[in-house]
């Protein structure tokens, strides 16, 4: 008894120990040896930037593109955006446990994502856009818990979105576009809550629009454009926008009508459905979303086009009318003798009342 009770105190006097050991391995030095191994993958460096300059006869907090926190001297930031660099990514970028930001936009790394990357639990900012990757998208980038923006765009990634993208739950901003992904939307990207853009054009994704199953208060921009998505747009994904600004569904092949529901979003700026196979009368109830400021749904198989030319004339009109009177008050603003002018006053009042003609017209 007494000795299985001293083995387990051994036990967990090693566990920790080895636990305080280990924390105490990693240090500024860890981190330095990280970057000093990525330094030794670039194999080309156009403007010289860390050869001159990350060097060991330096503190890695000033190293170039280096930020460091305050309190405990480590890496948080790593941005090498646009140097032009020609290398791979080494696995020891995993042991920068601090990071919350790593930005290589712009450059040309290539070959694999190292899954170390994985062990990056405080990362909230990751960007690989504009780069040489061929390879999938790895599905451990769904255990980056704390990520708020994920920008692979530009890049020649193919293979499918993983479905763990969808556990992100503090995701703010995924943009894959202009890749080779193929497959289909995963629904679990629209379950994320904090999603204020989801950008996803040009590339060869398949299959149909998942469904919304929940509000997304705080999506703004959805962008499609350019892929083979099938299917028709879901009857109830305008239910759960409200806060939509940018609709780009075109060039796809969706077919079936534009959802009533539409006028939901009453926040939406650009609606972008040209080139698709979309069908059937235009609900009358676009006219009602009075912050349209770009519609394009050419290329279709709509009935009543007609419908459309009316609401852009009488939108035409009304900002004529708007220019104008904005044209008059500046005029008299320009008079000769400053006692004919209008005070400022005066003025304000006048364009206050434009406005409300504008945005009274609009509705
Ligand atoms: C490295 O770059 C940083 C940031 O541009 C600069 O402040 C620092 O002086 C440079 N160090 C050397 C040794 O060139
Ligand atoms: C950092 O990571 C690499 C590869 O993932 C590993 O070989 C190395 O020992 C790690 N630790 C330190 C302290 O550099
Ligand atoms: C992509 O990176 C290259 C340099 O590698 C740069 O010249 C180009 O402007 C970048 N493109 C975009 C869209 O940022
Ligand atoms: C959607 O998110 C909720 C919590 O935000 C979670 O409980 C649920 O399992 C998620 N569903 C899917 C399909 O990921
Ligand atoms: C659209 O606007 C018209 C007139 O401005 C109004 O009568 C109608 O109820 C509105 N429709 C919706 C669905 O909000």
């Known amino acids: 008894m ?23 391995l990693t240090t500024i030095f860890t981190d330095q040896s990280a970057l000093l191994t990525l330094k030794d993958h670039i194999i080309y460096d156009p403007q010289n930037v860390l050869a001159t300059n990350w060097t060991v006869s330096t503190p890695v ?34 042991n920068l446990s601090f990071l919350s930001l790593l930005y290589l936009t712009s450059n040309s790394f290539h070959g694999r994502l190292p899954v170390q990357l994985s062990n990056l639990q405080l990362l909230k900012y990751l960007s690989f856009a504009n780069n040489s990757f061929r390879e999938e998208i790895p599905s451990w980038m769904g255990s980056l818990t704390e990520l708020r923006r994920l920008y692979l765009f530009l890049n020649n990634f193919k293979g499918v979105i993983p479905f763990s993208l969808g556990y992100l739950p503090k995701l703010e901003f995924l943009s894959l576009k202009e890749n080779q992904i193929s497959g289909s939307i995963p629904f679990s990207i629209f379950n994320i809550s904090s999603l204020q853009a989801i950008v996803l054009g040009y590339n060869i994704l398949s299959g149909s629009i998942p469904s919304v199953p929940r509000d997304l208060l705080s999506l703004q921009v959805i962008d499609f454009t350019l892929n083979n998505l099938i299917g028709h747009i879901p009857k109830d994904m305008f239910d759960h926008l409200p806060n939509l600004k940018r609709l780009y569904l075109n060039y796809n092949l969706l077919s079936g009508g534009i959802p009533a529901s539409l006028f939901k979003c009453t926040e939406l700026q650009t609606l972008s459905l040209a080139d698709n196979q979309l069908e059937g009368s235009i609900p009358i109830e676009i006219g009602n979303l009075s912050m349209l400021q770009f519609l394009s749904i050419g290329y279709n198989h709509f009935e009543d086009t007609n419908l459309l030319s009316t609401i852009e004339k009488e939108r035409e009109r009304s900002a004529v009318k708007c220019a104008l009177s904005i044209l008059q008050v500046g005029l008299e603003c320009t008079a000769e003798l400053p006692a004919e002018r209008p005070d400022m006053k005066e003025v304000a009042a006048k364009l206050k009342k434009i406005k409300m003609e504008l945005l009274r017209a609009k509705d």
């Open 61 to 94: 907090c000033n190293w170039f593109g280096v930020s460091c926190g305050f309190k405990h001297r480590r890496v948080t930031a790593l941005d090498l955006t646009g140097l032009g660099l020609v290398g791979t990514l080494p696995p020891h970028l995993g």
């Open 2 to 24: 007494g000795k299985t009770f001293l083995n387990l105190a051994l036990v967990i006097i090693f566990h920790f120990s080895v636990g305080t050991f280990s924390m105490e």
